[in-house]
């Protein structure tokens, strides 16, 4: 079974490099995506327990991905990761605090693919023969 993965960012071309490295990556299935909080926000009401990782940016066209860290903390399962080209030990820390479990800064593309390889109850997929 994919982990599903609930994806909340504002600019397009990332939404679709994000939905490319899931799908590189393998073992994972994009079940939904967000570009505002308001949005992202009535998605995790039309679909609770319908996710296992949830990828939020901080700053969106409308809203806050701080706000989203709560609110998806109140879902009964699943991980929130923070990727964001506005981290610093700061915002890490605040992070962290509001309940995200990881938090990566965009410059850090390597670092986020590692973090997906090995996320807990991925299933990777076999490399094509």
């Not at 679709?16 to 909080?37: K, N, P, Q």
């Not at 308001?38 to 327990?49: F, I, S």
Request: with cysteine.
């Amino acid at each position: 079974m994919a982990v599903r993965v609930f994806l909340v960012e504002d600019q397009k071309p990332m939404q679709v490099l994000m939905a490319d490295l899931l799908h590189s990556v393998g073992g994972f299935e994009l079940v939904g995506t967000a570009s505002s909080e308001t949005g992202a926000t009535d998605w995790l009401y039309r679909h609770p327990g319908g996710w296992d990782l949830a990828i939020v940016d901080l700053l969106l066209g409308e809203g806050s991905g701080f706000t989203l860290i709560v609110r998806c903390n109140k879902e009964p399962a699943g991980s929130v990761l923070v990727f964001s080209d506005f981290v610093s030990p700061a915002v890490r820390q605040r992070c962290i605090r509001l309940g995200a479990d990881g938090v990566i800064s965009k410059a850090q593309f390597g670092e986020l693919r590692a973090y997906l390889q090995a996320f807990p109850g991925r299933v990777a997929q076999p490399e094509p023969a």
